[in-house]
């Protein structure tokens, strides 16, 4: 039985798949960093690794040792998992469900299998976020090609380059799904599907770079004219977060630097967090003179 989806989610599709042009760019952890967040505002969320090149979201979470299901571990035959029951097998982080791909434990999933288990996230959690890594899983999964996208875009020459051939790539596998014989509007609005929103382009700072270089690579404002106002950032890398992740303690929290971008793209996919009572807008005070007697 498909929950019912809070005001945050509802209309716009609980599905939401993060891409990228290239490898080690932090997409991973930009997706991890986006549930957490969403997580904090009281909704259910899930987290999908549905990239088969790289994958280890276990690993970069800090969980890969904790009993539960991976994706070597699926089993449809009938190209139909409960949404229930496969959420209730899965190992949890921060309150949010985590279906890794551990390659070292066996052989990759079937197409049937992946996609089963994305329709089964999303009937049993408010929003499911896939890291789809550069995009492979879109070309066979219907549901991430039609789900709302999230690119992770390295602000460079370089990075901008790819990112205009890798949002073609965004736009021809959705073509593809979007065929007479796809569902109809109404069936992928239960099913995670969004709208035809475009793509959200976080724009992320090269690794590496010195002060000085970072301030003169690509600016954020080109981004925006090139990929329109859906474009956020940049995302700074924080030198404590890495460490913590290559020495295998996962993602203790979002780190400051990063908590804007990462929360402005959480507002963008789920309702804004509600303003704290002090920070609401209060009536200014007025200074009343004295009358002199």
Known sequence: MTPKS???VRGRG???????????????????????????RGISCALMDAD???GGLGVLLGIEHEPGLTLQDLNAPLGHIEGNALNHELPQW??????AHAPWLGEDPDEWELQAAVKALCESNDLVLVDA??????R???ELAMARQVVAVELSALGMARARSHLALLSQARNRALNPQSASDGDRAGTGIATDDPPLVVGVEPRGATKRSASSSVA???????FGDEALGPLRCDPALCADIMNG???RSVPKSARQVVGELADRIVAPAPQPRAARHRAPKTKTRRSRS
């Open 220 to 226: 954020l404002r080109e981004a925006i004219e090139r």
């Open 140 to 142: 066979t999964i219907p």
């Open 133 to 138: 890594g550069r995009g492979d899983a879109l």
């Open 14 to 40: 609980n599905l939401v798949a993060f891409t990228s042009p290239g490898g080690g760019i932090g997409l991973t952890t930009l997706m991890a960093m986006c549930g957490l967040t969403a997580s904090k």
């Open 249 to 251: 303690l996962g993602i």
């Open 6 to 8: 809070p005001p945050a």
């Open 94 to 99: 921060e309150d949010m469900r985590v279906l």
């Open 52 to 54: 088969l090149r790289g």
